[in-house]
């Protein structure tokens, strides 16, 4: 190792070659240019020409420096060179590197990365071992080990935060484990940390003191992580029109930070700004908050909330369908179980609350399956005893039941109403009577209507009565100017029921008219949202549907992402298994936020003693020039080629040009192949095959005799189908549905399946049914062949029972026999039945399914029909055909080819473009 | 000899065509006569005594060795005296011509010339067919020195010398001739039209010369030259290899040596116009570049005008 300064060589020797120079510059100048040869008539005269005249010719100057400027430039860096060697931390030990990666590194997570790769590159160059242990938990934690820096690189390549937080104390119990295996002597330590402290720190700085030196590579002197804690939503009170108040709130390190402002934004579900504020952090304080004031509308169409300029899981906080709109159930009581035909009821709810909530109409059964906030019962009916108790159970845990009055309401018809009612009605201002129709009262200053403005011209004429009670005024929320009341609520466990004392038709009073009735039905649906956030009344469990990763950016979920069950999910926090995002079925989402979870911010503490801490920027960068030297004296060699041969003039003119472009191109193709990396696709080679070649599959039966008819049957008839038809088919593959990996898309490749039912069957684990069922689904198609005739092979007469309990299992429309007329019998032969083996066997198809265009996803038979194809390596038949011989064999064959086609055209056949020919060949 | 007939007869064709369009701009071409060769042949130039021809000469008085068919009986009615008739006796001139078609005629130093041997043989035969028309005879001579069988008049004649000429022209491999031919066979004063790029060694040019003119036979040197040999236009380090195996030779900077070689040349071209004058001859000089229309009509000139 010589150093010059900030230049050190690897491999100084090399140097002495420049001793060699002068050396090279005379043989360059001697070297004459190449000679050219010309025919020539008249060279009588040339000959002896006077000597003076003869010119040696010389290599112009300039390009002998070049020269020269191309050995000194492949001398300087085949002597590898490296710009700004560090000196310090000469130990030669291993390195142990913990990296911070949880959610809080993504700020500066460039500068991070760089560290890491700074601090292993040198290594690398030194031929330290080193071992990095990234803090965040993962899936699956593999055991510490050391390993050269060239590897470690490889993997550092493909870090990237984490959007849950970092577990230090595992990381600590693994450094202490590599330790426990031996660590060679001269060992030091690198801690690239994010700052923010948490229970395990101070055991990881232990752990890695104990392995050797530590040095503490932070964010020192830049901004630090900044958390975003979900924003509160309330009904705001202080504007005329219904709107939103929305609490955002951030948090960040407290103590001795300078006053700091954040933009803090709410995005709508394309990524549009809906709205922002800014968000100041007093000097020192460690969290701040902001209000965001927006109409309903606008905020239902939030769908995250962000930090502008910070990405982070935690700065992001998305909003699920809870935030947005409420789901309103318009429900219409049923009478002996026959729906009551009265939308016109509902048209007036349907209209008010359209535009701010997701109003579903439909009977109570429909309308429960799907979490509620609100079920309004327009009718003015009894609710069904049966049904009493189920939407009880809903309003404890937290529904809000909205009932409007009506005729049949006038009784105390059940108990789910807030006050009791008076028998009979009453009514005003009628054509028979005296009194004029009441005006609605001021809302009284408990009620939830209290700032809303009463219009002087909604009239009421006809209104249910309330019984006279001490808790009435209290129940009352809307009152007419006599005093009777309107609008009626009460409590019922979480939830409450909520009674509007006239019809929602105009029928008994202006206000369905009014815009009252709009702000009215708004504030409702308000209200029930509180209640709705805290309980959850879904059951089952969230798929997750969309994650955000350590940017806080969207992602598609993986595959490790498992389902949170539904009445879990806000006691969740974020980890490997359940990543931050949204789950749940589109219209009922959950979202998990990280930072719902985060405990306050703090900083980490200086480190321990003996520790050197240092930021970024202090982390020496070594430059290795070996390859730039090198690049440079390749390039200025092939400009040499191109003045060489332009000198030697056996560069035409006009290729010039071309050359030094297909010169340029040259240098410049590595890099441009290399930014576009090529992608292995790692594919199963039993898939690839299946793809690449078209070809069809047996089902493994774990029968060994059955496996062996069925591969050889299927052999043949492919090579039948070769041979008779325009499919070429490849040789058939097996299908083990029991093995692990079992897949729909392992499945999907093949056009047919053929799957002979033997005693030797399992049923296929639940996954493998579903990879069924989805290929099914998808267009797939399995030949159930389930042989029961006394004498088959692989058949004791239970087989039958064997597929029906897969079919059971398998999502299949009605089948029935097949017609005569039926597509499977014309697709290329045209056939009577389908005969195999024998000939008795019911065939079955589904009777019609629209999915697939009407095109039978399976076939069911008995007919044996691998037995009647298999033949023998010597290409002679196994089994005889029963009864028909080799004449019911050939229509086995004919069988096989129509199921084939079948499965490769669909319904192809059944177009009655065909019609006339098939016609024709069938009556003839 | 591989070489097919019917690209011999295109060739042969192709000749004839441009000399045609040459000859057939000019006015036929009788070669002066200083002294009519003594040839039996009927021709154009009248030996002003009595002998085989058109036109009368005079009558003279009957000898016994007279044969009667040759008694006019018309002239011999008037008088006496039995007549008869002689007529002038009348000759044709002999032009000989050679065209070079060695090796080193084969010389283009561009596409958009024609060889050197090309434009020799569109001349020889424009020349030829000038010659015929003017009702003289003529003999090709080849390099080797051999006159060439064929038809010495009419129009057959030019096409039978066309169709050699592109044979020869056609060879891959050109028989082997001396540089400087050697024409021992020749007709005693007749004319010779030579065509060659006259780049051999002054002394055998000189010699074949002297050679000839002692037969009384007056020449008319042209010499075809390639623009590249008249200027030299190569650079950088070239070798140079000879045609017709005089050897090789490499030239460092060919720019330098370029008026030195222009020097030489214009030595050479002194050389063999002494060697004309010498021998009462012409010389002319005309390079692929040009027209062959004004070297041919300078030549016409300078056969007819050329009186001792």
Same mark, same amino acid.
């Given at each position: 190792?010589?150093?010059?300064?900030?230049?050190?060589?690897?491999?100084?020797?090399?140097?002495?070659?420049?001793?060699?120079?002068?050396?090279?510059?005379?043989?360059?100048?001697?070297?004459?240019?190449?000679?050219?040869?010309?025919?020539?008539?008249?060279?009588?005269?040339?000959?002896?020409?006077?000597?003076?005249?003869?010119?040696?010719?010389?290599?112009?100057?300039?390009?002998?420096?070049?020269?020269?400027?191309?050995?000194?430039?492949?001398?300087?860096?085949?002597?590898?060179?490296?710009?700004?060697?560090?000196?310090?931390?000469?130990?030669?030990?291993?390195?142990?590197?913990?990296?911070?990666?949880?959610?809080?590194?993504?700020?500066?997570?460039?500068?991070?990365?760089?560290? #890491?790769?700074?601090?292993?590159?040198? =290594? +690398? &160059?030194?031929?330290?071992?080193?071992? $990095?242990? *990234?803090? %965040?938990? @993962?899936?699956?934690?593999?055991?510490?080990?050391?390993?050269?820096?060239?590897?470690?690189?490889?993997?550092?390549?493909? #870090?990237?935060?984490?959007?849950?937080? =970092? +577990? &230090?104390?595992?990381?600590?119990?693994? $450094?202490? *484990?590599? %330790?426990? @295996?031996?660590?060679?002597?001269?060992?030091?330590?690198?801690?690239?940390?994010?700052?923010?402290?948490?229970?395990?720190?101070?055991?990881?700085?232990?752990?890695?003191?104990?392995?050797?030196?530590?040095?503490?590579?932070?964010?020192?002197?830049?901004?630090?992580?900044?958390?975003?804690?979900?924003?509160?939503?309330?009904?705001?009170?202080?504007?005329?029109?219904?709107?939103?108040?929305?609490?955002?709130?951030?948090?960040?390190?407290?103590?001795?930070?300078?006053?700091?402002?954040?933009?803090?934004?709410?995005?709508?579900?394309?990524?549009?700004?809906?709205?922002?504020?800014?968000?100041?952090?007093?000097?020192?304080?460690?969290?701040?908050?902001?209000?965001?004031?927006?109409?309903?509308?606008?905020?239902?169409?939030?769908?995250?909330?962000?930090?502008?300029?910070?990405?982070?899981?935690?700065?992001?906080?998305?909003?699920?369908?809870?935030?947005?709109?409420?789901?309103?159930?318009?429900?219409?009581?049923?009478?002996?179980?026959?729906?009551?035909?009265?939308?016109?009821?509902?048209?007036?709810?349907?209209?008010?609350?359209?535009?701010?909530?997701?109003?579903?109409?439909?009977?109570?059964?429909?309308?429960?399956?799907?979490?509620?906030?609100?079920?309004?019962?327009?009718?003015?009916?009894?609710?069904?005893?049966?049904?009493?108790?189920?939407?009880?159970?809903?309003?404890?845990?937290?529904?809000?039941?909205?009932?409007?009055?009506?005729?049949?309401?006038?009784?105390?018809?059940?108990?789910?109403?807030?006050?009791?009612?008076?028998?009979?009605?009453?009514?005003?201002?009628?054509?028979?009577?005296?009194?004029?129709?009441?005006?609605?009262?001021?809302?009284?200053?408990?009620?939830?209507?209290?700032?809303?403005?009463v219009p002087g011209d909604v009239t009421v004429s006809s209104q249910v009565l309330a019984e006279p009670a001490a808790d009435l005024a209290a129940k009352t929320w809307a009152r007419l100017q006599d005093g009777t009341p309107l609008v009626t609520a009460a409590r019922k466990g979480q939830g409450w029921i909520v009674l509007i004392h006239v019809t929602a038709t105009p029928e008994w009073s202006k206000l369905p008219l009014s815009g009252l009735f709009v702000d009215m039905l708004r504030r409702l649906v308000d209200i029930s949202r509180g209640i709705q956030g805290e309980t959850e009344d879904a059951v089952g469990q969230l798929p997750p549907r969309n994650l955000i990763d350590g940017f806080g950016r969207l992602t598609p979920p993986g595959p490790a992402t498992g389902a949170i069950a539904a009445q879990d999910i806000a006691k969740t926090a974020a980890s490997p298994s359940t990543p931050p995002g949204l789950y749940g079925p589109p219209g009922a989402t959950r979202a998990l936020n990280l930072s719902t979870n985060l405990p306050e911010l703090k900083a980490l503490p200086e480190p321990p003693l003996g520790a050197t801490r240092m930021g970024f920027d202090s982390v020496t960068r070594e430059r290795v020039l070996k390859p730039w030297l090198l690049t440079a004296a390749l390039i200025l060699l092939l400009a040499d080629l191109v003045i060489s041969f332009a000198l030697r003039r056996l560069l035409p003119e006009r290729a010039a040009a071309p050359a030094a472009i297909l010169l340029a191109l040259c240098l410049a193709a590595p890099r441009l192949h290399a930014a576009e990396p090529r992608r292995e696709l790692d594919v199963d080679p039993a898939i690839r095959a299946a793809i690449v070649d078209t070809r069809l599959a047996y089902a493994a039966t774990g029968n060994a005799d059955a496996d062996r008819i069925a591969s050889s049957g299927l052999t043949v008839l492919t090579q039948l189908t070769s041979a008779r038809t325009a499919a070429e088919l490849s040789d058939p593959a097996r299908v083990d549905l029991n093995a692990n990996n079992i897949t729909v898309d392992g499945l999907l490749p093949y056009p047919l399946i053929y799957w002979r039912i033997t005693p030797g069957f399992r049923m296929p684990p639940p996954k493998a049914l579903a990879a069924l069922n989805a290929y099914l689904h998808r267009g797939g198609m399995v030949v159930f062949d389930a042989p029961d005739q006394p004498g088959a092979i692989a058949a004791d007469g239970k087989n039958h029972e064997r597929l029906e309990q897969i079919v059971r299992n398998l999502d299949i429309p009605p089948v029935s026999k097949v017609a005569n007329d039926h597509v499977l019998n014309r697709t290329f032969y045209l056939m009577k039945s389908l005969p195999g083996r024998y000939t008795d066997g019911q065939i079955m198809v589904e009777t019609g399914s629209s999915a697939t265009d009407g095109t039978s996803s399976v076939i069911i038979g008995a007919n044996d029909w691998a037995s009647a194809w298999a033949k023998d390596a010597n290409g002679i038949a196994l089994y005889a055909a029963i009864p028909g011989g080799e004449t019911q064999r050939e229509q086995a064959y004919r069988a096989g080819i129509n199921m084939v086609m079948y499965a490769l055209t669909g319904n192809y056949k059944a177009d009655l473009v065909h019609l006339p020919a098939i016609m024709q060949r069938l009556t003839n | 000899m591989a070489l097919n007939a019917a690209t011999r007869r295109d060739e042969s064709h192709r000749l004839r065509a441009q000399a045609d369009v040459i000859a057939a701009a000019l006015p036929p071409l009788p070669v002066p006569t200083r002294r009519p060769a003594t040839v039996t042949a009927l021709g154009s130039h009248g030996r002003r005594r009595a002998g085989v021809g058109d036109s009368f000469w005079q009558f003279r008085p009957y000898s016994t060795d007279d044969t009667p068919q040759s008694i006019d009986w018309r002239q011999s009615g008037k008088v006496d005296q039995i007549y008869?008739?002689?007529?002038?006796?009348?000759?044709?001139?002999?032009?000989?011509?050679?065209?070079?078609?060695?090796?080193?005629?084969?010389?283009?130093?561009?596409?958009?010339?024609?060889?050197?041997?090309?434009?020799?043989?569109?001349?020889?035969?424009?020349?030829?067919?000038?010659?015929?028309?003017?009702?003289?005879?003529?003999?090709?001579?080849?390099?080797?020195?051999?006159?060439?069988?064929?038809?010495?008049?009419?129009?057959?004649?030019?096409?039978?010398?066309?169709?050699?000429?592109?044979?020869?022209?056609?060879?891959?491999?050109?028989?082997?001739?001396?540089?400087?031919?050697?024409?021992?066979?020749?007709?005693?004063?007749?004319?010779?039209?030579?065509?060659?790029?006259?780049?051999?060694?002054?002394?055998?040019?000189?010699?074949?010369?002297?050679?000839?003119?002692?037969?009384?036979?007056?020449?008319?040197?042209?010499?075809?030259?390639?623009?590249?040999?008249?200027?030299?236009?190569?650079?950088?380090?070239?070798?140079?290899?000879?045609?017709?195996?005089?050897?090789?030779?490499?030239?460092?900077?060919?720019?330098?040596?370029?008026?030195?070689?222009?020097?030489?040349?214009?030595?050479?071209?002194?050389?063999?116009?002494?060697?004309?004058?010498?021998?009462?001859?012409?010389?002319?000089?005309?390079?692929?570049?040009?027209?062959?229309?004004?070297?041919?009509?300078?030549?016409?000139?300078?056969?007819?005008?050329?009186?001792?």
């Open positions: 190792m010589l150093s010059l300064g900030f230049l050190s060589f690897a491999s100084p020797w090399i140097l002495a070659g420049a001793l060699a120079l002068p050396l090279v510059w005379l043989l360059l100048r001697l070297t004459p240019p190449a000679v050219k040869q010309i025919s020539f008539p008249a060279i009588r005269l040339l000959f002896n020409l006077d000597p003076t005249q003869r010119t040696t010719a010389h290599t112009p100057p300039w390009l002998i420096i070049l020269r020269l400027a191309v050995l000194i430039l492949a001398l300087l860096g085949l002597a590898d060179p490296i710009l700004n060697f560090a000196r310090n931390n000469e130990r030669s030990g291993p390195v142990v590197v913990a990296f911070d990666d949880g959610w809080a590194a993504a700020t500066h997570w460039e500068s991070r990365v760089r560290a #890491l790769r700074d601090v292993l590159e040198t =290594a +690398d &160059r030194r031929g330290q071992p080193v071992a $990095v242990v *990234a803090t %965040a938990p @993962t899936a699956q934690i593999t055991p510490l080990k050391l390993q050269s820096g060239r590897e470690a690189l490889e993997t550092a390549v493909r #870090l990237a935060p984490s959007p849950w937080p =970092a +577990d &230090r104390a595992k990381a600590a119990e693994r $450094v202490k *484990a590599l %330790a426990k @295996t031996g660590i060679p002597s001269g060992a030091s330590t690198v801690w690239i940390a994010d700052g923010v402290d948490d229970a395990g720190s101070g055991e990881l700085a232990a752990a890695l003191q104990a392995v050797g030196p530590l040095t503490v590579i932070d964010a020192k002197g830049l901004t630090q992580p900044i958390v975003q804690y979900p924003p509160n939503r309330s009904f705001t009170s202080k504007t005329e029109a219904s709107g939103n108040d929305i609490e955002v709130k951030l948090g960040r390190i407290g103590g001795g930070q300078p006053q700091a402002n954040e933009t803090v934004r709410a995005l709508d579900g394309d990524n549009q700004v809906v709205a922002q504020t800014v968000v100041t952090f007093g000097a020192g304080a460690a969290t701040a908050t902001a209000r965001l004031a927006m109409p309903t509308e606008l905020a239902n169409r939030i769908a995250r909330f962000d930090v502008e300029n910070v990405a982070s899981a935690a700065a992001t906080v998305l909003s699920d369908d809870h935030w947005q709109r409420r789901p309103v159930g318009l429900a219409s009581a049923t009478v002996n179980g026959v729906r009551a035909p009265l939308l016109e009821n509902s048209y007036y709810i349907r209209e008010a609350l359209g535009p701010y909530a997701d109003v579903r109409s439909g009977d109570l059964d429909t309308l429960m399956e799907r979490p509620l906030a609100v079920l309004i019962m327009a009718d003015g009916g009894k609710i069904l005893d049966a049904e009493q108790d189920r939407i009880g159970a809903w309003v404890d845990s937290g529904g809000l039941l909205v009932r409007f009055a009506g005729p049949n309401l006038s009784s105390n018809v059940d108990p789910l109403l807030p006050v009791k009612l008076r028998e009979g009605g009453r009514t005003f201002g009628g054509a028979m009577s005296w009194s004029t129709p009441a005006t609605v009262a001021a809302f009284p200053s408990t009620s939830p209507f209290k700032d809303l403005l | 008869v008739r002689e007529r002038e006796w009348v000759t044709s001139q002999t032009a000989v011509l050679w065209c070079d078609t060695s090796p080193s005629m084969r010389y283009r130093s561009d596409a958009k010339f024609p060889a050197k041997a090309e434009r020799a043989a569109v001349m020889t035969l424009a020349i030829a067919q000038l010659l015929i028309d003017g009702g003289e005879r003529i003999v090709r001579v080849t390099g080797d020195g051999r006159q060439q069988r064929a038809a010495s008049a009419g129009r057959l004649a030019v096409g039978q010398m066309a169709d050699a000429i592109a044979a020869e022209l056609l060879e891959e491999k050109p028989a082997k001739v001396p540089e400087v031919p050697r024409f021992d066979s020749l007709p005693r004063n007749a004319a010779m039209v030579l065509f060659s790029d006259f780049l051999g060694p002054l002394d055998d040019i000189g010699g074949m010369v002297r050679a000839v003119a002692h037969k009384g036979i007056v020449g008319h040197m042209m010499q075809i030259l390639d623009p590249a040999e008249e200027s030299l236009p190569f650079e950088g380090r070239v070798r140079f290899v000879g045609m017709e195996n005089e050897g090789a030779t490499v030239i460092d900077r060919t720019e330098d040596a370029r008026a030195q070689y222009m020097e030489r040349l214009a030595a050479h071209r002194a050389g063999l116009k002494a060697l004309a004058a010498a021998a009462g001859w012409t010389f002319a000089v005309h390079h692929t570049g040009n027209s062959p229309q004004l070297a041919v009509a300078a030549l016409h000139n300078a056969i007819t005008g050329h009186r001792r």
